[in-house]
């Protein structure tokens, strides 16, 4: 369901003052559900009204569905007869620019690679060159993952207008990615020698170009009065450079965006672009909010204020819920048997399952859920169909280890042979470990050391083959084995993830992996000792259906919404991510906040967070979100229509500051009062409500977690359980604590 689609069809006071806007540059700082394709089409209609030409207007959307989207409103909208001004993507922007100064003989004619076949080919002769004098580590860098990620770092040097040597050594791209700032070169002279560009050239190039030649840019400057951008905050460095240039000193820019909702800096946005930098690169510019949602009510306008509250670089702007709003339940929940309550609870109601969306930070923390819905025959669809459980390519062949352990046949069987021996990946090509596959299956036997078939294998890869092979020839052996401690064999047999990692081509990949690892052993160990029933649900197949419950990221989520949102794997460590090896820094937790606030401000009717329980603390961001404080504020609102304002006794909440502004903000009253710390009970007690003694508290912040054992408001004792080598292990570890304040431990 599209953003804005519940907007209101009057505008408020603050939709009207963006519309009226005199002169000047404008920044609009919209909040999730605020209406703002309702108020940017009023504002286009407004400036012809007011004589603008259609051709001196340019409107530019994030994505092609939102230009769609917004053409039709337009045209909807306006008077019969009127001509409309250009809607355009970055994109088409960039294509027709490249055609214009092609046809100016400022740029050379170049076709466009549009198909992922002819990029990999492209990245493959381009790593190849890279690597002319390290035959070794090419069967490695043509791997699809690391050419997909070497694809990922070529867009963003363009994106980002950098340097690629710079680029690599800021940004984290994971073990044996030397070879990609060579490979960059590599592919622009093939790009140029082929007469090729990538959608990322579309901008690039014609950006070089015109700020390289002050009589070019002239040549394209002068044509605009108005510039009206949405998704302001996503846009990255090339696209504003280019805005800038485009605009020139004579058009008014509008930019409408939310710096709370920036979640793509992996591919070069950046809050700041809406923040310091719009000022920065376009001068004095007046600043209007649009801080209504109309999208859900109090109770979620409230957790969606003190979830984002952390966060320094943010706008001061709170968001409040318009009259007339769905009265947004709020829930937490623990594990599966949460997800289908809430699920058989919704059906109940007569709602539809295809009314719900099913959201998690990651694609490895939907297998649970996968599995959770596979189980009771509950219909649900994924937004990208390759990330179904079964057709994952691990998933597939750690299924195929468990078969073997039960039928020792398989052992005769090149193809499963071939597939356990490849996945996780072993670094061989695959024609290679078909034919040694084929001879297993025939020999039972591992080749003489001087066979051919193992000739130009490196040493690592031959061990590595080999202990695969004896794991396969043991397997049978261990069936009685329940299916979880047969699975953990596996990935310790086989180094599952310290070869994720490697294989990687970006540290949160590896990470991910792994993570699907822990996932998939907590699976199995609900089963119990059926091992066979495990690997049917593995391998059960599944079409995506249309009456389904939705499953998607957070970051395929953005710009919709749903009457029921389920957040999966509020877990610390999966949302906030971060791991030891990879610990969160202040910029990185911010970024994780403001996904956070992007789901969960996705609901309209109701909202549920998920955690997983057990040895997974509940994530940080349930506690910060204050969900309960905005439940009870909205039913005392509720309650104060009929009772008058102010009445009753005083509501205490975690943040009467922040309640009392958003309250003032509505025209509303209650007396507030700020809420003593609760006892502790068994589970997670955050950072800053208590201190141990100095030695442990080292132990504990420098590589473990903390969860209340023993609840005694008088005597708390802590446990402390430490992540080693990606696996919580529980280290018997007690001691007591006191209890504090606000006071960071």
């Known amino acids: 369901m599209s953003e804005g689609a519940t907007a209101s069809p009057s505008l408020t006071a603050e939709q009207r003052a963006v519309v009226a806007h005199a002169q000047g540059h404008a920044r ?45 409103r ?99 791209f994971g073990e044996e990615t030397g070879h990609f700032v060579a490979a960059f070169e590599h592919a622009e002279r093939l790009l140029a020698e082929q007469g090729l560009m990538t959608f990322a050239d579309l901008l690039y190039r014609p950006l070089r170009a015109l700020e390289e030649d002050a009589a070019l840019r002239r040549r394209v400057q002068g044509f605009l009065d108005h510039v009206v951008i949405d998704e302001y905050q996503d846009i990255n460095t090339a696209q504003q450079r280019l805005l800038a240039l485009l605009a020139g000193r004579e058009a008014e820019v509008m930019a409408v965006g939310d710096a709370n909702q920036c979640i793509y800096e992996w591919r070069g946005a950046h809050p700041d672009t809406m923040l310091e930098n719009f000022t920065a690169t376009f001068g004095a510019a007046h600043d209007y909010p649009l801080s209504t949602t109309f999208r859900h009510g109090h109770a979620l306008a409230l957790t969606a204020n003190h979830a984002i509250a952390a966060n320094r670089r943010r706008p001061d702007q709170l968001c409040l819920a318009a009259p007339g709003n769905p009265c947004t339940g709020l829930a937490v929940g623990q594990g599966g048997s949460a997800l289908l309550d809430e699920l058989a609870a919704w059906q109940r109601q007569g709602r539809g399952l295809d009314e719900a969306c099913l959201l998690v930070r990651s694609w490895a923390l939907s297998v649970p859920l996968q599995l959770a819905l596979l189980r009771e025959g509950i219909p649900f669809r994924l937004a990208r169909e390759d990330r179904f459980v079964f057709r994952l390519p691990l998933v597939e062949a750690l299924a195929g280890y468990l078969r073997l352990a039960l039928e020792p046949r398989l052992l005769q069987d090149p193809g499963h042979l071939a597939l356990l021996l490849a996945q996780p990946t072993s670094f061989v090509a695959r024609e290679r470990i078909a034919a040694l596959a084929t001879r297993l299956a025939e020999t039972q036997r591992w080749p003489e050391r001087h066979d051919p078939l193992l000739e ?29 401690r047969l699975l953990e064999h596996v990935l310790e047999a086989v180094e599952a993830e310290k070869v994720l990692k490697r294989a990687a081509a970006r540290r949160d990949k590896g990470e991910e992996d792994v993570r699907l690892l822990d996932v998939l052993v907590e699976q199995a160990r609900e089963l119990g000792h059926d091992t066979a029933a495990f690997i049917e649900l593995l391998c059960r197949p599944v079409e995506n259906r249309q009456d389904g419950v939705l499953i998607t990221t957070v970051h395929g989520a953005k710009g919709l919404e749903w009457p029921l949102v389920l957040l999966a794997g509020t877990n610390e460590e999966d949302f906030p991510h971060y791991t030891r090896d990879n610990p969160l820094t202040p910029a990185r937790l911010e970024e994780e906040r403001r996904l956070f606030y992007v789901a ?27 969900w309960q404080d905005g439940e009870r504020v909205a039913r005392r609102l509720a309650e104060a229509e009929g009772a008058g304002e102010g009445a009753g006794a005083p509501l205490e909440v975690a943040d009467p500051a922040l309640v009392g502004r958003y309250l003032t903000a509505l025209g509303r009253s209650l007396p507030l009062a700020k809420a003593r710390p609760a006892s502790p009970a068994p589970g997670h007690i955050a950072p800053g409500q208590f201190r141990v003694g100095q030695a442990l508290r080292h132990a504990v912040f420098g590589e473990g977690q903390i969860d209340v054992v023993e609840g005694d408001p008088d005597n708390p004792v802590i446990e402390v359980r430490f992540r080693t080598a990606g696996r919580r292990r529980l280290i018997a570890c007690r001691a007591p604590i006191e209890l504090l304040d606000g006071v960071d431990a």
Do not use: Y
């Open 28 to 72: 609009v700082a919209a909040v999730a559900g605020a209406g703002k394709t309702t108020t940017m089409v009023a504002r286009v209609l407004h400036l012809l009204a007011r004589g603008v030409p259609p051709g001196r207007i340019l409107v530019l959307m994030f994505n092609r569905s939102a230009r769609e989207d917004f053409q039709a």
């Open 456 to 484: 130009g294998l490196k040493p690592h890869q031959r061990r590595t083959l080999k202990r695969r092979w004896a794991l396969l020839c043991e397997l049978p052996r261990r069936s009685a084995w329940p299916p979880a």
């Open 600 to 626: 969960i401000t996705r609901a309209q009717e109701r909202l549920v967070l998920l955690h997983d329980g057990g040895e997974h603390r509940p994530s940080r961001f349930i506690g910060e979100s204050a």
């Open 74 to 172: 337009l045209a909807a909208m306006a008077p019969a007869g009127q001509a409309l001004p250009d809607v355009r993507t970055f994109h088409s922007l960039g294509h027709r620019l490249s055609a214009s100064l092609t046809r100016w003989g400022a740029l050379a004619p170049r076709q466009l690679l549009t198909a992922d076949w002819q990029l990999e080919r492209l990245l493959r002769q381009a790593t190849l060159a890279a690597l002319a004098e390290e035959p070794e580590a090419r069967e490695t860098a043509l791997d699809a993952e690391r050419l997909e990620a070497l694809a990922h770092f070529c867009g963003l040097v363009k994106a980002e207008m950098a340097s690629p040597a710079e680029l690599h050594a800021r940004l984290d």
